[in-house]
């Protein structure tokens, strides 16, 4: 394309230097001549629409577009205004579409921030995989791909989805003791025969247990206000737990 806009820009330079010595006179009569030719143009058309190569609309864009629209509407052309206003808009766009085209193909690289963090969360972590770091990055606000953190440990040599990252029962519950609690309710008859329910909590890690209070009516109130008041308790003796 750029090859034929250069030959039509030529030559119509040529034509606006043929221009030079000619009269006024001269000059109007050649473009009486151009309007009835296309007048002519119109009439053997029959309504078909004229066939513009992309260098043609360039030029006559380039030409036409800062004329009033007034003189534009005024002048006999095989085209509508409109459609030559068009062409123009559609030029800029294409130019501004080509500066701003990635200078490398593809997607453009990892900011090396991600990339370290992603290292550094799989070396803290052994037993998570390539999703489950996706999903730890999404939590702190990092929008990347899973495809993307899949690449970066596969670049780095390590193994994405590996065996560590099927994890049993057992192996999680011995490396998150220290947080977890297990609680429920104990159902005792008390010496004068009223039944009583005790709300206790054991921790997976020393197997103490808490007995958080005891109510003939547990509700969802009691329950709240008794776990309220045990992580008051653990986050006094340093303990992970949380609620």
């Excluded at 579409?97 to 370290?116: E, H, M, Q, Y």
């Excluded at 495809?147 to 192996?171: C, H, Y």
């Amino acid at each position: 394309m750029l090859l034929r806009l250069a030959y039509v820009t030529v030559t119509n330079a040529f034509a606006v230097l043929r221009l030079l010595p000619m009269t006024e006179r001269e000059k109007d009569a050649e473009i009486l001549v151009l309007r009835h030719q296309i007048v002519v143009l119109e009439r053997q058309l029959a309504g078909k629409r004229v066939r513009f190569t992309a260098a043609d609309r360039a030029l006559l864009a380039a030409l036409l577009h800062r004329l009033p629209s007034g003189a534009l509407r005024r002048m006999r052309l095989l085209v509508r205004p409109d459609t030559v206003l068009r062409w123009h808009r559609d030029l800029i766009a294409g130019r501004q579409a080509a500066r701003s085209k990635p200078k490398r193909p593809g997607r453009p690289p990892t900011v090396r921030s991600i990339r370290l963090l992603v290292l550094r969360l799989v070396r803290e972590n052994p037993g998570w995989g390539y999703r489950r770091v996706h999903g730890e990055l999404l939590v702190l606000g990092i929008k990347v791909a899973a495809s993307t953190v899949w690449e970066i440990l596969n670049d780095a040599g390590v193994d994405p989805a590996p065996e560590r990252a099927s994890t049993t029962w057992t192996g999680f519950l011995r490396s998150q003791a220290e947080a977890l609690l297990a609680c429920d309710f104990l159902e005792t008859v008390t010496l004068t025969g009223a039944r009583m329910y005790v709300f206790a909590v054991i921790e997976h890690h020393t197997r103490r247990i808490r007995v958080l209070g005891a109510t003939a009516h547990p509700n969802a109130t009691w329950v709240t206000q008794a776990v309220r008041n045990l992580v008051m308790d653990l986050e006094d003796a340093g303990c992970r737990a949380r609620s």
